[in-house]
T-cell receptor, first 114, second 114 residues
Framework: GQQLNQSPQSMFIQEGEDVSMNCTSS?????WLWYKQDPGEGPVLLIA?????ELTSNGRLTAQFGITRKDSFLNISASIPSDVGIYFC??????????????FGTGTLLAVQP | DAGITQSPRHKVTETGTPVTLRCHQT?????MYWYRQDPGHGLRLIHY???????DKGEVSDGYSVSRSKTEDFLLTLESATSSQTSVYFC?????????????FGNGTRLTVT
């Protein structure tokens, strides 16, 4: 089935470093979302993007909806130990509205060393 | 976890046995979804519901059925469990199916089929 290409697969960084991850697709998406998953829990929504070119921040997190509608990136500034987890991008292929039949990336595992 | 309870949280069952997973929400949201999460695949949509008694198939629906007799409950049934259905299953809900109403996930059910 359709899947998003998410990279990198994993990152091991020092506390205080900035992080960047991205998602690409061969298809156009109407909405891009970024989720974080902690061990033993479900994904939690971090940022939702609804317009091509949109740049949205949530605290130390910044995400952008690519102008071609085929990609998105997530940046985390000044990482802290609680940023550890798996980050997923997800796209909604809905045309003119949301379907919420999301297509997910395979995830980026982030490890932060204090 | 947006008022979503999944039960059981863990289950081990034998090949060929039927299994039912339950998702209960207290948000009175119309839309409910079942996803499965496997290494290397991210999350993939199994079935979804857009109202009581209204359900439809997702990307990986073979071997699964669902039922929604009440707004708050969405059941996922494996009629005859197979080892390939060993996975972590997540329920998700959304209030509407429009932009600005993203999915919120439960904490998952880890199912092992031996």
């Amino acid at each position: 089935g359709q899947q998003l290409n998410q990279s990198p697969q994993s990152m091991f960084i020092q506390e205080g470093e900035d992080v960047s991850m991205n998602c690409t697709s061969s298809s156009i998406f109407n909405t891009w979302l970024w989720y974080k998953q902690d061990p033993g829990e479900g994904p939690v929504l971090l940022i939702a993007l609804y317009k091509a070119g949109e740049l949205t921040s949530n605290g130390r997190l910044t995400a952008q909806f690519g102008i071609t509608r085929k990609d998105s990136f997530l940046n985390i500034s000044a990482s802290i130990p609680s940023d550890v987890g798996i980050y997923f991008c997800a796209g909604d292929p809905g045309d003119g509205g949301a379907t919420n039949k999301l297509i997910f990336g395979t995830g980026t595992l982030l490890a932060v060393q204090p | 976890d947006a008022g979503i309870t999944q039960s059981p949280r863990h289950k081990v069952t034998e090949t060929g046995t039927p299994v039912t997973l339950r998702c209960h929400q207290t948000e009175n949201h119309r839309y409910m979804y079942w996803y499965r999460q496997d290494p290397g695949h991210g999350l993939r949509l199994i079935h979804y519901s857009y109202g009581v008694k209204d359900t439809d198939k997702g990307e990986v629906s073979d071997g699964y059925s669902v039922s929604r007799s009440k707004t708050e409950d969405f059941l996922l049934t494996l009629e005859s469990a197979t080892s390939s259905q060993t996975s972590v299953y997540f329920c998700a809900i959304s209030e509407t199916r429009t932009l600005g109403s993203p999915l919120h996930f439960g904490n998952g059910t880890r199912l092992t089929v031996t």
